[in-house]
């Protein structure tokens, strides 16, 4: 698995329990959450790239939850599956700040990490709402 696909199950991870316990993005950060097993064989770079998404993502939280409501068609972010927002937010932050990630290298492991963790039709619905984010980010870039 690469490197940075292990950056974005970290930070989906983190956006995950940030959702259910608002964890201060410095206790996130210190990757204490993590089995101390796991968390000693993190790597710097993983490490860097995971901390940049997570607080890329909760630092911009508002416009980031924003950008993903405008997409929602007859949902609200309290209705999504706790699973699917943290991708969502992950990704939908990735697409609209980190413009040098290719929007489809995102959307597909975006894709990857809800088919591992999310429902069985998960897939489906977070690759349209990205979809829909790319489109509009990218007429705006």
Known sequence: ???RRKGRILAFQALYAWEASRQPLEELLSFE???AAKREALEDELRAFAG??????IENIEAVDACI???LEHWTLERLKKVDLAVLRLSAY???YQKDIPAQITIDEAIEIVKEYGSEDSYKFVN???DAIWKAES???
């Open 1 to 3: 698995m690469a490197s």
């Open 33 to 35: 959450w993590v089995e």
């Open 52 to 57: 940049l998404l997570i607080s890329g993502t």
């Open 69 to 71: 409501q405008r997409h």
């Open 94 to 96: 990735s697409l609209m």
């Open 128 to 130: 349209g709402v990205l």
């Open 139 to 141: 007429k705006t870039s």
